[in-house]
């Protein structure tokens, strides 16, 4: 019993380390090998693939919110700190958390929105020129992508609570301020 | 106020308040929709559509491709080349710096990406030969700018898509200002390391040397031949030219180098997806940019400047100095896409070519690259390094020259942007 | 009843002189005087407002109010809208003006409401695709042996230029300048004003007029911006769209010609027009083989079209 609780929360562990790692890097090699196949097509078969474009481009926008969502797990997301990091301290952390709250405000808007968009996709046809297929599956995409970012954003903050609120959330390590980190 | 004040100032107070840039622009965006009654799904549907363009997937593949070269030993190569020719110059190693930056800016479309490839080998070795630590962080951060100028380049890719120009023109026109700049680095760096005594004990130069190190970096030079000579030769697009740079890559690493192994080319994937990531920022910028037509915003920035001066030098002047500031704290990807469709009508107005614009542009965000607080480049020469942001941003000052005076002659004389594009494809109308 | 003021913003890929400028202007005018000043028109030209994949969607959205868009780009959303894009499914300018200003015009254009919530205002005029090459004159069927074509994603398409012995190259339109400066592709196919607003002819030499497809671009209006109308309005919105269409239509026709002569004489372009006879043979083997895949209402609407030629 005791072993399989272990499993399982190494299993979470994996997951929530590798999810949208694993997930954007699968698409970013899905849409290298279709750019790469539409010129071995062209020269080697001197035939013409109609379907990679399509498949690459929906492989890249799948890509890119997957490499989002980890940008925000890595709090890699370009924002201008300057500002922040330069105020006393709990200042500091009154307005990352502001702006935080902004951010995932956006988040919630673009899943609300993203679902909206996903009902009109739902009730018109809309068929994907080359790969024929129903361009509210691709699409969706929107929705998931910010729904999974949201979730990260939490998840920051409440990792900075359990971990003791040292560090300015939200703020890569290299442009904490220096002298504010109490030492303990 | 009118709206548009109000969108400008929402958009402003969140920046400064640290909302990440895709947010601030989302919700300007949104109270932008909210104001002239748009619905908001305009904002889902470029979510998806802003992602789909064919030619931004060379964005990613250019940065994976990159990764997959540096971590597969070309770096080193293009390195050992730039050695055997300079050598045994005073300085040498500051040279062989700016060489190596510039070989690797033909394979590598980002100045970033540059600095970490080239600067993580040649730091190290300038620090053993006692260079100050300042200059040999400031000498790779300033010349692996040069990959953003020396095609690929992903910025120049960028700017082609935002202003609907053609990436092969803008590659071409790339070429002569990388070259002049990184020739002027090579002087100015020359003489810093004159002046302190650095370096200089390398091998006398001989020939013997110099084509053994070419003959055995043979294949990270085949890379930029590949990749330039596929667009220009007409046999693939931009595009499908990165993905041929990453099989490439791949090969040379894992077949020929023997120096690629599965983390390595997961770890180039997991840093390719993190920066794939940030391109979801131009999701909301092309919805702003959709909505900055109904709210007639090229028009209204048109009238300001004209009320100011007609005199297209001059207003490439300020443009350049509003560049030059907005680059010390804003990303080089957000500033191209925010500005060049507001200010890129304007120009052409006055006579510019957008060519020329779009080299001026990323010549810009090259600077940017090197200034405080934001400076991609100065992060990663400091982490090499191991000094801090600061004092590799006081080292990089007389380094900066060189891309101001590339800056103004472009400015002053447009030929030396639009000659090599003109010649290749014939001048435009 | 006092008519509140409403703003319509009307939008389309190419620049303001193109052809749809030309019908957008005409529709400006006539809709701000037939509606007594109550709607505004403003013109988008130039993909600021949506590109042309996006425009149909972002209508059915209601965040665009008008767009123009090509019929290729409507079939992902009605794919009934593939029996236009049909190889010589249209035996002449007459009769494509015939289908889409009559009964069945009426019935596509009732069928599109039902399925997509979009208004179609009015068809415009047709376009002819002319084709332009890097390499050859076509002289003859056998002289598209191997020629690199530029196509829209359109299997259609992409089967005719099979048929006619070339080599489809599938491209999207952002990436096609480019493509055709490098020489990637040889040539493709498009409106003649297209040709010539893109300046095509500095690279391919060689124009081909085979009149394979007949193309239509019509103004669509989104369900949302048509809600906002009184009846009044509405009434002022479709008798604009007809006459600007009708405008549209007749200028299309005088200017197909003079582009043609201009690309010849002033741009130094090398035109050809070869014998259609194996060209349309090819075509209906095309035609059969779609007929077949898209099922009854599909080929009802291909025989009702031939009929309309009569
Ligand atoms: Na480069
Ligand atoms: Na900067």
């Known amino acids: 019993m005791k072993t399989e609780v272990t499993h399982m929360s190494k299993l979470w562990g994996i997951v929530e380390q590798r999810f949208e790692e694993a997930l954007s890097c699968f698409f970013l090699s899905v849409m290298a090998c279709c750019v790469f196949a539409q010129v071995v097509a062209r020269y080697v078969f001197n035939t013409a693939i109609t379907w990679t474009e399509e498949l690459s481009g929906f492989s890249m926008v799948w890509a890119v919110y997957m490499g989002a969502s980890l940008a925000v797990r890595e709090r890699f997301h370009v924002r201008i700190v300057i500002g922040v990091v330069s105020l006393p301290r709990p200042l500091a952390i009154g307005v990352i958390i502001l702006s935080d709250l902004c951010w995932m405000a956006f988040n919630i808007f673009m899943v609300w929105y993203g679902i909206e968009y996903l009902t009109v996709l739902w009730e018109k046809v809309y068929i994907s020129p080359s790969l024929h297929i129903d361009q509210k599956w691709p699409q969706m995409i929107v929705a998931i992508g910010y729904t999974l970012m949201a979730v990260r954003l939490a998840q920051i903050y409440y990792l900075w609570f359990k971990e003791g609120r040292h560090e300015l959330p939200g703020i890569p390590k290299e442009s904490q301020p220096q002298k504010d980190v109490p030492n303990e | 106020m009118s709206d548009t004040m109000w969108v400008v100032i929402v958009f402003v107070v969140l920046t400064v308040m640290g909302v990440p840039l895709i947010a601030s622009v989302g919700i300007a965006t949104a109270v932008a929709l909210f104001l002239i009654d748009i619905p908001f799904t305009l904002l889902s549907q470029t979510g998806f559509t802003a992602l789909q363009p064919f030619p931004l997937l060379t964005i990613p593949l250019f940065i994976l491709a990159g990764q997959l070269m540096e971590k597969g030993g070309m770096s080193n190569r293009l390195i050992q080349i730039a050695n055997a020719l300079v050598g045994a110059y005073k300085g040498s190693l500051g040279l062989v710096t700016v060489l190596g930056c510039m070989f690797f800016a033909a394979l590598s479309g980002s100045g970033p990406a540059t600095t970490a490839a080239i600067g993580s080998v040649t730091i190290p070795s300038m620090l053993r030969e006692d260079y100050s630590p300042r200059f040999a962080a400031a000498v790779a951060a300033s010349a692996g700018a040069l990959g953003s100028m020396i095609p690929p380049s992903n910025l120049l890719i960028i700017y082609a898509l935002v202003a609907e120009e053609s990436i092969p023109r803008l590659f071409l ?257 | 009843a006092n008519a509140k003021s409403i703003t319509m913003n009307i939008g389309w890929e190419t620049p303001l002189d193109s052809h749809y400028g030309i019908l957008a202007k005409k529709f400006k005018e006539l809709v701000e005087q037939y509606s007594n000043g109550t709607i505004e028109v403003k013109l988008r030209c130039c993909g600021q407002i949506a590109t042309e994949d996006n425009a149909f969607k972002a209508m059915q959205l209601g965040t665009v109010d008008g767009y123009f868009v090509s019929q290729n780009n409507v079939s992902p959303h009605f794919p009934l809208m593939d029996v236009f894009v049909l190889p010589y499914i249209f035996q002449s300018q007459d009769h494509v003006m015939k289908v889409t200003t009559g009964p069945v015009g009426d019935e596509i254009r009732e069928l599109l409401l039902k399925d997509t919530g979009v208004y179609l205002l009015t068809f415009g005029g047709a376009d002819y695709r002319d084709l332009y090459n890097t390499k050859r004159p076509i002289e003859k069927f056998e002289d598209f042996a191997g020629l690199k074509y530029r196509v829209p994603k359109n299997e259609v398409m992409i089967e005719t230029f099979r048929a006619f012995g070339a080599e489809p190259v599938p491209l999207a339109w952002s990436e096609t300048p480019t493509a055709l400066e490098t020489g990637t592709i040889d040539g493709g196919d498009n409106g003649t004003n297209v040709i010539e607003e893109m300046k095509f002819y500095e690279f391919a030499k060689y124009l081909t007029i085979l009149e394979h497809f007949g193309g239509v671009a019509p103004l669509f209006a989104s369900e949302r911006f048509m809600n906002k109308l009184n009846d009044e309005q509405k009434a002022a919105v479709w008798k604009a769209a007809e006459e600007a269409g009708a405008f549209q239509a007749e200028f299309k026709a005088k200017a197909t010609e003079e582009i043609r002569q201009r690309l010849v004489k002033e741009h130094g372009m090398e035109i050809s027009y070869p014998d259609k006879k194996l060209f349309i043979d090819a075509a209906k083997k095309v035609q059969a083989m779609f007929a077949e895949k898209k099922g009854p209402v599909f080929t009802e609407f291909v025989e009702k079209i031939g009929a309309a030629a009569q």
């Not at chain 2, 983390?263 to 997991?270: E, F, K, N, S």
């Not at chain 2, 390719?272 to 209204?300: E, R, V």
């Not at chain 2, 006055?350 to 480049?377: H, K, R, S, Y």
Request: proline residues 7%; negative net charge.
């Open chain 2, 173 to 429: 026109a790339g070429i002569v200002p990388g070259i002049f700049v990184g020739l002027l680095l090579l002087v100015v760096a020359g003489g810093i390391c004159v002046m302190n005594d650095y370096g200089g004990k390398g091998e006398r130069f001989s020939w013997r040397p110099l084509i053994k190190a070419i003959w055995e970096g043979k294949w990270a030079i085949g890379a930029p031949v590949l990749i330039l000579g596929g667009i220009y030769g007409g046999i693939f697009t931009p595009t499908e030219a990165a993905s041929v740079a990453v099989f490439y890559a791949l090969f040379v690493g894992v077949v020929v180098y023997r120096e690629l192994n599965w983390t390595q080319i997961y770890g180039a994937l997991r840093f390719t997806a993190l920066m794939a990531g940030l391109l979801l920022m131009l999701t909301p910028t092309i919805a702003f940019g959709q909505l900055a037509a109904f709210y007639d915003m090229p028009q209204l920035v048109e009238d300001a400047i004209l009320q100011f001066t007609q005199n297209p030098i001059i207003v490439m002047c300020i443009i350049g100095v509003f560049y030059i500031f907005i680059g010390t704290f804003m990303e080089s990807l957000a500033q191209i896409i925010l500005f060049t469709p507001v200010l890129l009508p304007v120009v052409v107005n006055l006579g510019i070519d957008p060519v020329l614009f779009g080299v001026f542009t990323v010549m810009t965000c090259e600077i940017g690259f090197l200034t405080p607080p934001m400076g991609g480049n100065l992060f990663i020469a400091a982490r090499v390094t191991g000094i801090s942001v600061e004092e590799v941003s006081i080292g990089v000052l007389p380094l900066i020259v060189p891309y101001i005076i590339g800056l103004l002659f472009m400015i002053l004389v447009p030929e030396f942007v639009l000659y090599l594009p003109d010649f290749f494809y014939g001048a435009r109308p």
